[in-house]
């Protein structure tokens, strides 16, 4: 009957649930875990890893332990300690610490977010008192226009270069590298959230065509780093170094999803942008979070009376019974097409200005020392263009950006509107219309001004994106030819509430993505190019042929290295004859195994200090040279243990950090014919 038993479990047969079973075992061994830090704290390593004061008691009869045996144990902590420890437990083990931590972020979030909004809206509602208190005076009037955003941008840039200058541009290029697995110093620190946040609210409320959902996707990343290390002192899932990938794609998600309210698109868009590959596990998490974000987000709008119930951030009113017609299709085709290529010059021309200004002249070199002037003179000129009574009145340059995308998805007929009158209900849409030009014409001049001003306006050295500054421009298509994502399309859909137009939509942006990726790289790998930042990027389009190259094609076989048996004569050459920063360093010349790598002034300043008279009196005053003896090598790649020095009595003992051909240390005199000499 035993073996008949132990065969049904063998085959498959489980006693208890197996989720049950590591609950218990997760939780035995966190107790043990505490028993043994407390142990530790109050006497030391006693009891080898046993708890503290635990006797053994066992039934009557029996000799030694059983199965009956019961375990008492002294607490050496308070009620109240045990009370909230038994809560912190329970409150783990019934909601779990992924629940925690998504809550927390998804709050964190959307109080950012929405405080960002409020401090923004308020900058510009100040911006457009300023300007229209002062009307009948067009001198004074165009000193505030171009005044107010000119303190905003450089108290911006200022504030990132002395906080932190990692909180400059996007982010989203650096958080591709780092979810690649480099390690980008200060970039998912405290310090760069801090001047993301301050720098990104004050580009915002100045007025200039710079976008959000990038800087707020590397905002929302920075927090939930840090979060994550503050949950660690309650429980030690997240010090598992892998579960950080996880996490930072998770705040990706939160970071779209809380910008705009879109957390469907949010966590497509996460995918896209910043994942070689997506672990299905984070599904639930990175919904979870920008579903719970974007809901606060809203329900503090509708709290702040700033809407009155939590709908799409920029409802349109198109008709939805017949959105359509099946003979517009190839217009849709079109229209993506022509985003495509536009997409394609948007990333070109963004590139080219930057590679413009890192060309070492005299101007770059002006700037450099100058760091504020650069996005002083962009907002000038941007501010002096856009003027209202000036050029600005033939491209409504009197609206601002959520101004302008709520104007133009108005539901207006410009061909019916004719004579000097304007028809009741434009609203903010009248700033189109101009008694003497044509409104096709301000639409265009609208597009070509914005678009190079928009390109040029996300290189300042600001916390800024592309996003939102392209979606004006031409909606779903062209942003998704910039950023060469598909969910783009579905970020429409939830910003706009209009899904009707989901299969044209959708065939205007695999078409624009289609056309942009043969052309150039995404916006973000163009950055990323630029900085030459460590990251391989996807081939495009049409380079299928190029999975056939392997390593040994491309790769340097004739590779400049040092060895231990390298002599100095070697070390001298390879310094004169090359220009390398860091110099491999292998174990043989024959084996060729790495062992590291040298910093170019270090092996440098070790050459000088072997020839400096400094060595030889070094040596003669502690007894290892003098002229016509013999002494032991003194310098070899060696690790000089302090502590143990320090516990032998102040004697410092020397091992060898890494392998040699000989246990033996050569003559220091010892030189070759040649004059050369050979370390250990």
Request: aromatic share 12%.
């Amino acid at each position: 009957m035993e073996f008949s038993s132990a065969l049904l479990q063998l085959y498959g047969e489980y006693r208890e649930q197996l989720g049950n079973f590591a609950q218990r075992e997760a939780t035995r061994l966190l107790t043990e875990r505490q028993w043994r830090r407390r142990a530790g704290d109050a006497a030391g390593t006693r009891g080898h890893g046993r708890p503290p004061n635990i006797t053994l008691e066992t039934g009557p009869g029996s000799s030694g332990f059983s199965h009956t045996s019961s375990v008492k144990k002294t607490r050496p902590y308070s009620k109240c300690q045990d009370c909230i420890a038994r809560i912190q437990r329970y409150i783990v083990t019934k909601l779990g610490e992924d629940w925690i931590f998504l809550v927390l972020l998804g709050l964190t979030m959307a109080l950012v977010s929405w405080s960002m909004d409020y401090a923004s809206a308020k900058s510009l509602q100040a911006y457009k008192w300023v300007y229209g208190e002062l009307k009948g005076k067009v001198a004074l009037q165009y000193l505030a226009w171009i005044t107010y955003p000119l303190i905003l941008i450089t108290f911006a840039s200022l504030f990132c270069h002395l906080v932190a200058p990692q909180a400059i541009g996007s982010g989203i290029p650096e958080l591709k590298t780092i979810l690649r697995g480099v390690v980008l110093k200060e970039y998912l620190t405290l310090k760069a959230f801090v001047a993301k946040v301050v720098g990104l609210t004050a580009g915002l409320g100045s007025g200039m065509p710079v976008g959000k959902e990038g800087p707020f996707v590397h905002i929302a990343s920075i927090c939930a780093a840090v979060l994550s290390k503050v949950m660690s002192i309650f429980t030690g899932v997240y010090e598992n170094p892998y579960g950080y990938t996880d996490i930072l794609t998770v705040g990706c998600a939160v970071g779209v999803g809380c910008c705009f309210g879109t957390p469907l698109g949010g966590v497509l868009f996460s995918i896209e942008v910043t994942s070689t590959y997506f672990a299905v596990r984070n599904y639930w998490r990175g919904y979870f979070a920008a579903t719970f974000s974007a809901f606060i987000f809203r329900v503090l709008s509708v709290w702040n009376k700033d809407a009155v119930t939590i709908t799409a951030l920029f409802r349109t009113n198109f008709r939805m019974d017949f959105p359509f017609d099946l003979q517009e299709l190839p217009a849709f085709a079109i229209i993506g097409i022509s985003c495509g290529f536009l997409g394609a010059f948007f990333v070109y021309l963004n590139r080219q200005v930057v590679l413009v200004m890192r060309r070492q002249t005299a101007l770059t070199r002006f700037l450099t020392r100058h760091r504020l002037i650069y996005p002083s003179a962009v907002t000038l000129i941007i501010a002096t263009l856009t003027f209202p009574p000036g050029f600005g009145q033939f491209m409504a340059g009197e609206l601002m950006p959520r101004e302008a995308i709520n104007s133009l998805f108005d539901n207006f007929t410009w061909t019916k509107i004719s004579g000097p009158a304007h028809p009741p209900g434009l609203g903010r849409s009248a700033v189109w219309l101009h008694p003497q030009v044509s409104v096709y014409l301000i639409l265009l001049l609208f597009f070509v001004m914005k678009f190079w001003m928009s390109a040029v306006a996300t290189t300042m050295p600001i916390p800024s994106g592309a996003f939102m500054p392209v979606f004006i421009l031409g909606a779903a298509a062209l942003t998704g030819a910039v950023t060469h994502t598909v969910s783009t399309a579905v970020i429409c859909f939830e910003l706009t509430g209009q899904i009707s137009h989901i299969l044209p939509m959708m065939v205007a942006v695999i078409l624009a993505n289609m056309v942009a990726q043969g052309l150039q790289p995404s916006l973000y790998d163009s950055i990323i190019q630029v900085k030459k930042l460590p990251y391989l990027p996807e081939l495009g389009f049409g380079h299928i042929s190029k999975y056939n190259i392997f390593v040994e094609d491309i790769m340097v076989r004739k590779v400049k290295f040092l060895s231990p048996q390298s002599t100095y004569r070697e070390v001298s050459n390879l310094l004169q004859s090359t220009s390398l920063k860091t110099i491999p360093l292998v174990d043989s010349k024959e084996s060729m195994i790495l062992l590291g790598s040298i910093e170019r002034c270090e092996l440098q300043d070790s050459c000088d200090w072997w020839l400096s008279a400094e060595r030889r009196v070094y040596l003669h005053n502690q007894g290892l040279h003098s002229p016509g003896s013999k002494g032991k090598w003194d310098t070899s790649f060696t690790f000089v243990d302090e502590e143990a020095g320090e516990e032998n009595g102040g004697k410092t003992t020397e091992e060898r950090n890494g392998p040699f051909p000989s246990p033996k240390a050569p003559d220091c005199s010892a030189t070759s014919p040649e004059g050369e000499f050979t370390p250990s």
